[in-house]
């Protein structure tokens, strides 16, 4: 018998009180009173309008667009049906970009299209880096709607080989300063640049630092809506709300494999809602972030107020993720009534932090999850996320509830890898959960968590007690 998967630090109570969580799914209710889509004027203009002799592509026209109907008060910008190519393109205060059924946005692969460099975050970082391929900061009232498209082209003939692995395309010899040994490679440099505080104003990147850009960044906007629209061909992250507030995220199709292909990242944000979309992901399908080590902890504002509901989640590293760049705390987040259903769909719902990142997180609750299979565990915690053993900032996850939750294939149940030296895991409450097809003999691996608490929660048909 592996005694390793056994090592339970605190024993959950002997006589663990009935778990209630009504109370607190009623809070959703006042939360939604916070959240709703922007309105705007009954007007419009066509970018087809707006296309100049000569232009090749429609870059400049939805620039003049969204400009004009940002200076007239608002209203909505449409792209008909159609294929059209373009580069970076900037949102503005009361513009709703409309992809009509039958449009498709092909973005430049080329990096120069995403230049001059702005104010951005990157993996939790502050810096000033390539434009995202739809970016907005400080706007309020923008939307992106409608069936049509978004394409980013990305693959492994061109972002892609900027992670540095040749499963997405990099080879020796590739301009990658990121993977060269003589040099230190972009990330690395921005983390650098973070711990020795080095002011953001001059945490320039540069194009070989191969950092690559999210699809679409709203950046300190308040009102935002991401509706209907399908977005393929990501270069990094698709959806990152960055330093927001009221957004709504619904109805998307998400659809990229590649590396950190996340499919939503609302970071540092608050009342948000994320509910009736597709997410088929190359890294994590939903990712609660608020930012990362020094950066997170300075700014100091946690994502709270989150509900995420009615998704499908397909292939990803997580369904509902919180972390792992969650320095600046996350409180508050409702899941119900997701279907996921992959052989690689690596976890259900999935907690990471590590000791240099730290963070609390906080009132969780998780409710009617149905699961056809996932890879590793229904419920993973992971205090050690990228092999950190130790630091300075011990991460905390507290007040956590999952109900309702059926799986009928997974390697764990519950694996929570906490510290062995002290607890910062507790108040774990499972209730009506049935995990079948689980197949790590202990069915459970549970390490430096206390007060983990089961109420009618069988795995592979034998009841957990308390």
Known sequence: MKNYLFIVLLVVQACAPQINTADHWKETESVLEKISPPAF???????????????????????????TCHRA?????????????????????????HLSEGAVLKFSTDPKAYTPFVLTRWEGLDCYNFRPLIYAYGETNIAITGKGTLDGQADTTNWWPWKGSKEYGWREGMLNQHYRPDTIGGREKLARMAAEGVPVEQRWM??????????????????????????????????????CENVTVKGLHLESHGPNNDGCDPESCKYVLIE???????????????????DGRAWNVPSENIIIRNNTMKDGHGGVVIGSEISGNCRNVWAENCDMDSPNLDRVVRIKSNAVRGGVIENIYVRNIRVGECKEAVFRVEMKYEKVQEGPYLPEVRNVFL??????????????????????????????????GVQEEGLNRII???????ENVTINGKALHN
């Open 41 to 67: 004027p009954d007007r419009s203009w066509n970018i087809v309008d707006f296309i100049e002799a000569g232009e090749t592509t429609v870059t400049h026209a939805i620039a003049r667009a969204i400009d």
């Open 73 to 97: 008060g608002g209203g909505t910008v449409i792209v008909p049906a159609g294929e059209y190519h373009t580069g970076a393109i900037t949102l503005k205060s009361n513009v709703n970009l």
């Open 206 to 243: 540069e194009p070989d630092d191969c950092l690559r850009p999210p699809f679409i960044q709203p950046y300190k906007c308040t009102n935002v809506l991401i509706e209907g629209v399908r977005i393929v061909g990501a270069p990094f992250w698709l959806v990152h709300p960055l330093l």
């Open 276 to 294: 009736d979309c597709y997410f088929n992901t190359g890294d994590d399908c939903i990712a609660i972030k608020s930012g990362r080590d020094h």
């Open 403 to 436: 109900e309702d939750i059926q799986c009928n294939k997974s390697r764990y149940g519950i694996f929570i890898d906490g510290f062995t030296n002290q607890v910062r895991v507790r108040d774990i409450f499972l209730k009506n959960c049935i995990f079948e």
């Open 448 to 454: 430096g968590a206390e007060h983990v608490v089961f």
